[in-house]
T-cell receptor, first 111, second 113 residues
Framework: EDKVVQSPLSLVVHEGDTVTLNCSYEVTNFRSLLWYKQEKKAPTFLFMLTSSGIEKKSGRLSSILDKKELFSILNITATQTGDSAIYLCALKETSGSRLTFGEGTQLTVNP | NAGVTQTPKFQVLKTGQSMTLQCAQDMNHNSMYWYRQDPGMGLRLIYYSASEGTTDKGEVPNGYNVSRLNKREFSLRLESAAPSQTSVYFC????????????FGNGTRLTVT
């Protein structure tokens, strides 16, 4: 069974700090790794990573995948209170579009 | 754009009662999914439907049934609710292509007493 482990499970920082969220996994055969942000309701899509070593960037958020070491990181620079959310990492299987999620990291950004 | 619509938003059931959670998407997606989310457990797949007319078990299917009524609608039924089914339920849909994200509904918060 696919296993996705996120760390830390929770993190509290001050506005302006930079944070790095980790996602490690135990399978080597998967199609892509996805990051979602979940505030009060539905998870919203952030990034999809398919190739190792290629950084995806969107504003203050960036993410990269390391297929050799079996992990991905999500970086958030100059954090804002609006970044407070649960960040979910998920693996997409090689066939079909099922996702296996990690537990999530609860990020709290204090003013 | 409505996207993925779930009803109801909240529900309280007594142990042994039954209910159906409704989900509809207007994006012409092939695949639809039901997840449950519990503290410290992430999102766990209950059932999914890769295309109209097919359904398959996910990680935690026990106590649930599903129906893919048509391409738009995918319902989740609890025949005899148990307190262990207290959770937030999310419906999601996807194109079904290998490189495409899922789109989620806003969730149904279910409490079974």
């Amino acid at each position: 069974e696919d296993k996705v482990v996120q760390s830390p499970l929770s993190l509290v920082v001050h506005e302006g700090d930079t944070v790095t969220l980790n996602c490690s996994y135990e399978v080597t055969n998967f199609r892509s790794l996805l990051w979602y942000k979940q505030e009060k309701k539905a998870p919203t899509f952030l990034f999809m990573l398919t190739s190792s070593g290629i950084e995806k960037k969107s504003g203050r958020l960036s993410s990269i995948l390391d297929k050799k070491e079996l992990f991905s990181i999500l970086n958030i620079t100059a954090t804002q209170t609006g970044d407070s959310a649960i960040y979910l990492c998920a693996l997409k299987e090689t066939s079909g579009s099922r996702l296996t999620f990690g537990e999530g990291t609860q990020l709290t950004v204090n003013p | 754009n409505a996207g993925v619509t779930q009803t109801p938003k909240f529900q309280v059931l007594k142990t042994g009662q039954s209910m159906t959670l409704q989900c509809a998407q207007d994006m012409n997606h092939n695949s639809m999914y039901w997840y449950r989310q519990d503290p410290g457990m992430g999102l766990r797949l209950i059932y999914y439907s890769a295309s109209e007319g097919t359904t398959d078990k996910g990680e935690v299917p026990n106590g649930y049934n599903v129906s893919r009524l048509n391409k738009r609608e995918f319902s989740l039924r609890l025949e005899s609710a148990a307190p262990s089914q207290t959770s937030v339920y999310f419906c999601a849909s996807g194109v079904g292509a290998l490189n495409s994200p899922l789109h989620f509904g806003n969730g149904t918060r279910l409490t079974v007493t």
